[in-house]
């Protein structure tokens, strides 16, 4: 199994590095490398959870793969034969868990659909019975299905989190009519990818996606329908009024939930166990919704 801290251990600087992602701006494109970096409560991990990458890229590969003819995307290739120099010659390290991409006039809304309640839809739901204007039935429970998906955006912030707005705010962000077209594809995809998973086990309870304008067109960028932008909930116990037992860092947070940690620099340093089971998890979903493209991607999970 491959393991990548950050692209600097292998001598390459980075023109950005997110919490998981290291970017290299090419100009016109990006290189984006998904690092096994794992954050909790918003603090990067001093460990890694080896593969982790690999699965969010390879995940991310096979949605945009599937929803090609609902709306194009930022991929130009994720082999790595086909990265530039210097890339190309850290194929080793970088395959499986890299992509290049079009670099894309980000619309800066997080286009979130949920169809189950719960986050920080549960939270604002307990205090108005409203996630971000939408008015919903009484007495839902927590991780209850909605009587229908529900487009809930947010504002991307660059410090501190995310904060849901109303549709109208967006419309004033991004134009009524780019507006319109990304409430109706996100819907759409969302709409999509939970009649995919459901069959296979997987409850898509809630997911993100980011857009851009690349000439003009709305493509769809950044990672889609992973463990890092979605709730997966297994389907089977799955019961309304319980936190369910996501696919995801719960295994992390559940750990750190037993150490007197402040959620503050410097993390604590995690158990082996903890580690290897969390790999485990992402291992699993991948494995579960798409067993082709992770048998492909075998070398480098
Ligand atoms: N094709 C693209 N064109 C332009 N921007 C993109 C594209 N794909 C992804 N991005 C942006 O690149 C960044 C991806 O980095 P990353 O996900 O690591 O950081 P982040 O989302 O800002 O922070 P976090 O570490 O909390 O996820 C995001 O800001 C995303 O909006
Ligand atoms: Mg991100």
């Keep these: 199994m491959s393991a990548l801290r950050s692209t600097r251990d292998l001598g390459l600087v980075p023109d950005y590095e997110g919490k998981v992602r290291d970017i290299f701006d090419l100009g016109d ?4 490398v998904a690092t096994d970096r794992i954050s909790a409560f918003d ?3 001093d460990d890694i959870v080896p593969g982790r990458g690999v699965v969010l890229n390879v995940m991310s590969l ?3 793969k599937r929803f090609a003819d609902v709306v194009p995307n930022h991929v130009i290739t994720a082999d790595p034969a086909g990265f530039p120099a210097p890339f190309a010659d850290h ?10 991409v079009h670099k894309a006039q980000r619309f800066d809304v997080e286009c979130v659909v949920r169809g ?9 739901y307990r205090q108005d019975g409203t996630v971000c204007g939408h008015v919903l039935p009484q007495g839902l429970r927590l991780a209850e299905q909605l009587p229908e998906p529900i487009f809930t955006p947010a504002t991307k912030e660059d410090e501190g989190h995310d904060e ?3 549709y109208e705010q967006m419309v004033e962000i991004v134009g009524p009519e780019h507006a319109e077209a990304l409430r109706r594809i996100s ?3 969302y709409g999509e990818g939970a009649a995919f998973a459901r069959p296979r086990g997987v409850i898509l309870a809630d997911t993100k996606f980011e857009f851009g304008l690349v000439d003009g067109r709305i493509i769809l960028i950044d990672e889609v329908m992973t463990p890092d932008s979605s709730r997966f909930w297994p389907a089977a116990g799955h ?5 369910p037992p996501s696919w995801d860092k719960q295994i992390l947070r559940n750990h750190l939930a037993t150490l007197d940690w402040d959620h503050a620099p410097p993390p604590p340093a995690l158990p082996a166990p903890v580690l290897a089971k969390t790999s485990e998890r992402y291992h699993e979903v991948l494995q579960i919704l798409f067993p082709e493209e992770a048998a492909a991607w075998r070398r480098y999970l």
């Design 62 to 64: 096979a949605w945009f």
């Design 116 to 124: 189950y309640i719960a986050g920080s839809g549960w939270k604002s």
């Design 43 to 45: 603090v990067v991990m």
């Design 164 to 166: 849901n707005i109303p």
């Design 29 to 32: 494109r990006f290189l984006i």
């Design 239 to 243: 019961a309304p009024g319980q936190e």
């Design 187 to 189: 819907l759409r995809l």
């Design 91 to 100: 194929a080793a390290h970088l395959g499986g868990r890299s992509v290049l």
